[in-house]
C-alpha cells in the first residue's frame, strides 16, 4: 500500500471511530433515558427482571463502543497493529452478537408477546387510579397510541377498582372521544353511562406491531447501515494493520 494511500486509510479510520464512539454515547443515553424516564414503556415492565436487563446490557455496549472508538482512534493514529487487531476482533464479535441477537428476537417473538401479555395484565390488574409513575406511563402508551389493554378493553375486566365498583366505570385513558364525550380526565377512572364503554377496541399490541411494520423500513434501514459501518471499520483496520509493517511506540504519547 503506497503512503498516500495509508494515510487516507489512516485519517478514514479515525474519522470512522469518531463516529463510532459518538453511536456509543447515543446507545449508553437511549438505556439511561428508558432506565429513568418516568413515561417511557420500561416503567410498565419494571417488574421484569429481562428487560431492566436489557436497558443495562445496552448501556453497556454504549460504554464499550466508546471505549473501541478510543482504542481505534489511538491505533489508527499512532499505527499500533495490537490495537487494530484487538478492534478487528472486537467490531467482529459485536456483528456476530447483532446478528445472534436479532435471530432471537425474530424466532422468539411469540414468546416475548406471551411475556408482555402477562405483564401488562398484572399491571392492568393492580391499577389503583391513583396516578403513580406506572399508571402514568400506561396512561400515556393507550393516550398516544390510541389503545386499550394489551390485547384489547377485556384485558381490564380483571381490574380490582372496576370490579368493586358500584358504577359503571372504565380507564379514562381508553376513551374513544368519536364514541361519546363529557369526560376529560387523562388518568384514572371515568363514569360510563351504558354498560358498553366508549374505549377503543385495539389492543396496544396491535398498535405497537403496526407502528414497527409502519415504520420497518426505517428500522431496517438504521440496522443495514449499522452493518455496513461495522464492516467498513474492519475493512479499513485490517488493511491498515497490514500495511503496518514496524511499529514505532515512541509516536505514542506517555502518561
Given at each position: ?41 420500561i416503567v410498565i415492565l419494571n417488574n421484569s427482571t429481562a428487560v431492566k436487563v436489557a436497558c443495562y446490557i445496552l448501556i453497556g455496549v454504549g460504554a464499550f463502543s466508546m471505549v473501541m472508538g478510543v482504542l481505534g482512534c489511538l491505533g489508527a493514529i499512532y499505527e499500533v497493529r495490537c490495537l487494530l487487531g484487538l478492534y478487528f476482533t472486537c467490531l467482529l464479535l459485536i456483528l ?160
Amino acid at each position: 500500500m503506497g503512503k498516500g494511500c495509508m494515510t487516507a486509510t489512516k485519517y478514514f479510520l479515525f474519522l470512522f471511530n469518531l463516529i463510532f464512539f459518538l453511536l456509543g454515547v447515543v446507545i449508553m443515553g437511549f438505556g439511561l433515558w428508558l432506565l429513568l424516564d418516568n413515561q417511557s414503556f420500561i416503567v410498565i415492565l419494571n417488574n421484569s427482571t429481562a428487560v431492566k436487563v436489557a436497558c443495562y446490557i445496552l448501556i453497556g455496549v454504549g460504554a464499550f463502543s466508546m471505549v473501541m472508538g478510543v482504542l481505534g482512534c489511538l491505533g489508527a493514529i499512532y499505527e499500533v497493529r495490537c490495537l487494530l487487531g484487538l478492534y478487528f476482533t472486537c467490531l467482529l464479535l459485536i456483528l456476530l452478537a447483532q446478528i445472534a441477537a436479532g435471530a432471537l428476537i425474530y424466532f422468539q417473538k411469540d414468546v416475548l408477546n406471551e411475556e408482555m401479555s402477562k405483564i401488562v395484565t398484572k399491571v392492568l390488574d393492580d391499577y389503583p387510579g391513583k396516578n403513580t409513575t406506572t399508571e402514568q406511563a400506561w396512561d400515556f402508551i393507550q393516550r398516544t397510541m390510541a389503545c386499550c389493554g394489551w390485547n384489547g378493553r377485556m384485558d381490564w375486566s380483571g381490574n380490582m377498582v372496576i370490579i368493586n365498583s358500584s358504577q359503571l366505570i372504565f380507564p379514562c385513558s381508553c376513551q374513544n372521544f368519536s364514541l361519546a364525550t363529557g369526560n376529560s380526565s387523562d388518568n384514572g377512572f371515568c363514569e360510563a353511562l351504558t354498560p358498553d364503554w366508549p374505549v377503543y377496541d385495539t389492543g396496544c399490541a396491535a398498535s405497537v406491531e403496526s407502528w414497527l411494520l409502519t415504520n420497518i423500513g426505517v428500522i431496517l434501514g438504521v440496522c443495514l447501515g449499522v452493518a455496513v459501518i461495522e464492516l467498513l471499520g474492519m475493512i479499513l483496520s485490517i488493511c491498515l494493520c497490514r500495511s503496518i509493517r514496524t511499529e514505532d511506540y515512541t509516536k505514542v504519547p506517555k502518561y
